[in-house]
């Protein structure tokens, strides 16, 4: 008995050992593959036929060429991969990663003999698909089906959109059933999409369902809400739409309703022709009406603020599905808004836009902007490619900017093209009132390409091909205020931007009268431009000379200031360089040394007259700067290397005194005092606090 048992026990350890090796051949190898294929054909309820295939059951396999026919359809595929994990059906439960299939054709054949096989149920229990891509589906009907009963349950959860396609991101879960009744096919399911991002489009979430009744000619509806919808830097709030569709012989009739609010509706009829159909007919019917009675319900936008109008349209639907036609209009009423990037208050906006058969919409609008008023024509064309839009503008005394740094009035007269992420601009703008008050521009640095920023949210323009080709003229009232300069300005140049590039102005404007400012002293512009060789039209080269007429002081008895008869001098300098980094170099009328020059600048006399030690070494080293091969002085103050100084008059005595402060780390610096007569040091030590 004892030896019966280790026969048997031997017996069942090579059945295992067979077995174990027979499954990991049926699952894991190119033969077991070939050998499941052809079970199936062997027990499929048809013919089925594969003529290529390779992969292994277990994870991936692809299969080419499928053909399968029985009594009731006749199935052809091109392609079907599969990446899946067969062990979870032992519990029920189907995985599925990626499902790719293409070239799909479905003959359904008329089969009388029919029967209904009575319950139907199904193993699989849970169903997981994270990857699914079919496409090239084709369904041909045999005559008509008869008696077919037939029942379908779905549940579809897709955790990550992203598998799908790499730019889209969210979750979707959707169950529902098909079924038929009286030999009429139903429908009945739900779907709920969470979080969905895709380029410059995301929506919080979308909850539908989609049901229809098992009758002849029963409507199917569709039912959808939307929240918190975002369109690149515009915010929709929530979307309601209601849809139904009555399948009629010969045609599709819908009736769609999108609602944003109570005031602000859209509603859709539609006649389309039932696909079905073995014949039918391209063609489109229908008519829109669109009804917006409060806008600021409908959009918000950080660009946009205080958006208010009423909006109104009717649209005729016609011709066919590959050539539609529209007719009919779009009308903007009594509308408004801010932008707060440009502190413009636009109004009175009125435009009636109308749609031809031909696909060209026709814009006409008026708008006003502050005291003036512009109008806005042109053409929107549907019929090509990216819908190329060709727009005129045309105003008088337009308010264009409205900050604390920019106020500007424009009277322009342009002509506008945009077609997909091309757009260009021509033509003359006329600034009748500019006033511009800077402390500094932003300078533009381009680094490395190979320079990158962890976490760096990528951003393109919206434009890939911008053109500029302007005519730009200053009217009476145009005023700049930056750094040391102060002028009013006038003349015109020309603008222009290549695509890639940025605006480059080629001309000259001239300084009409101005002060320049240096060591606290304010010298009047005898001779100035603003010069542009296609430079940046926000970096003009410098061509100024600015002076100021001294007279050195004398002293009476008592020691106050008088004025020589007939004995003044001419001190200034001559600025060349740019706006953003002037070159300051002194001059004088008659010629005088840096020092001397410096001396009337600073204390009002010549440098024979200072007796303060101090005083002329200060002179000395300041002159000694100006000669140096960086005689720049961008700061306000006449800042050198990092030295800032400030002249200073005193209100009885004419005598001046000149405070210089030289940081020598982060929170000391030395700050000196000096006048004709002495001078003072002190060391100071900056701490702050939050």
């Not at 409507?219 to 809400?225: A, E, F, H, S, W």
């Not at 005193?650 to 020598?664: E, H, K, R, S, Y």
Request: aromatic share 10%; proline share 4%; charged share 15%.
């Amino acid at each position: 008995m004892r030896r019966l048992f280790t026969y048997l026990f031997r017996f069942l350890l090579i059945f295992i050992v067979f077995g174990c090796g027979i499954l990991y051949l049926f699952l894991f190898t190119q033969p077991g593959l070939q050998w499941s294929i052809s079970l199936a054909k062997k027990f499929a309820p048809g013919h089925l036929e594969i003529a290529e295939s390779s992969g292994v059951l277990s994870s991936h396999f692809i299969l080419k060429k499928i053909h399968f026919v029985n009594d009731d359809l006749q199935l052809d595929i091109k392609q079907f991969e599969l990446r899946w994990r067969p062990f979870p059906l032992l519990s029920h439960r189907l995985f599925i990663h990626d499902l790719f299939s293409e070239g799909i054709e479905i003959h359904l054949l008329q089969n009388k003999n029919q029967k209904n096989s009575g319950k139907n149920q199904t193993w699989i229990r849970q169903f997981w698909l994270d990857n699914l891509n079919v496409s090239d589906i084709n369904l041909y009907r045999e005559n008509s089906l008869t008696s077919h009963i037939w029942n379908i349950q779905w549940k579809i959860q897709v955790p990550n959109l992203h598998s799908l396609y790499t730019d889209l991101a969210g979750s979707v879960i959707s169950t529902g059933t098909i079924s038929t009744k009286n030999n009429i096919g139903f429908v009945a399911g739900d779907f709920h999409v969470k979080q969905v991002k895709f380029e410059n489009f995301s929506v919080a979430a979308i909850d539908g369902t989609i049901s229809s009744a098992a009758e002849k000619n029963a409507l199917i509806r569709l039912d959808l809400i939307g929240d918190r919808i975002k369109l690149a830097d515009y915010d929709i709030p929530q979307i309601r739409i209601f849809s139904h569709a009555k399948l009629l012989p010969d045609m599709i009739s819908t009736e769609s309703s999108i609602l944003f609010s109570s005031a602000n509706q859209i509603h859709m009829s539609v006649q389309l022709p039932n696909a079905l159909q073995e014949e039918w007919k391209d063609f489109l019917r229908g008519a829109v009406t669109l009804n917006f009675n409060d806008i600021s319900e409908i959009i918000s936008s950080v660009h946009l603020k205080s958006l208010k109008g009423r909006v109104m349209g009717n649209i005729k639907l016609a011709g066919s599905l590959s050539h539609p036609a529209f007719q009919g209009s779009l009308d903007i009423n009594n509308g408004q808004f801010f932008i707060p990037a440009l502190g413009i208050h636009p109004r009175a906006v009125n435009f009636h836009n109308t749609f031809t058969q031909a696909l060209l919409i026709s814009v006409n609008g008026r708008f006003n902007s502050g005291a003036g008023h512009g109008v806005l024509k042109g053409t929107v064309d549907l019929s090509q490619a990216n819908f190329p839009l060709r727009l005129t503008l045309q105003g008088n005394q337009l308010q264009v900017a409205n900050t604390d740094e920019y106020k500007i009035t424009a009277s322009p007269n342009l002509n506008i093209t945009l077609q997909g992420k091309n757009a260009s601009i021509t033509g003359n703008l006329l600034l009748p009132y500019v006033h511009i008050t800077l402390e500094e521009y932003t300078q533009i640095v381009n680094l490395p390409k190979e320079l990158v920023f962890a976490g760096e949210k990528k951003s393109a323009p919206y434009f890939n091909n911008f053109s500029l080709q302007l005519q730009l003229e200053l009217g009476k009232k145009v005023h700049l205020e930056y750094q040391q300069l102060n002028a009013d300005l006038g003349g015109k140049i020309f603008v222009s931007q290549v695509p890639g590039g940025f605006p480059l102005g080629n001309g000259a404007l001239h300084i009409i009268r101005g002060t320049y400012q240096i060591y606290d002293k304010l010298f009047t512009i005898e001779d100035g431009r603003l010069i542009y060789v296609k430079n940046l039209i926000t970096n003009p080269g410098l061509d100024i000379d600015a002076f100021q007429e001294l007279h050195p002081d004398a002293k009476n008895f008592m020691g106050f200031g008088i004025e020589p008869i007939n004995h003044y001098v001419h001190v200034g300098v001559s600025v060349r360089g740019t706006l953003i980094e002037p070159v300051v170099k002194l001059i004088s009328e008659p010629p005088l040394s840096q020092e001397d020059i410096l001396s009337y600048m600073i204390f009002g006399q010549p440098r024979s007259e200072i007796s303060a030690h101090g005083a002329l070494t200060v002179l000395s080293t300041l002159a000694t700067s100006m000669d140096s091969s960086d005689p720049t002085l961008g700061d306000q103050s006449g800042s050198t290397h990092g030295l800032s100084s400030v002249a200073k008059l005193g209100v009885f005595n004419p005598a001046q005194a000149l405070n210089l402060n030289l940081p020598i780390s982060r929170k000391w610096k030395i700050r000196t005092e000096t006048t004709t007569t002495e001078t003072g040091v002190d060391l100071l030590y900056e701490y702050e606090t939050h």
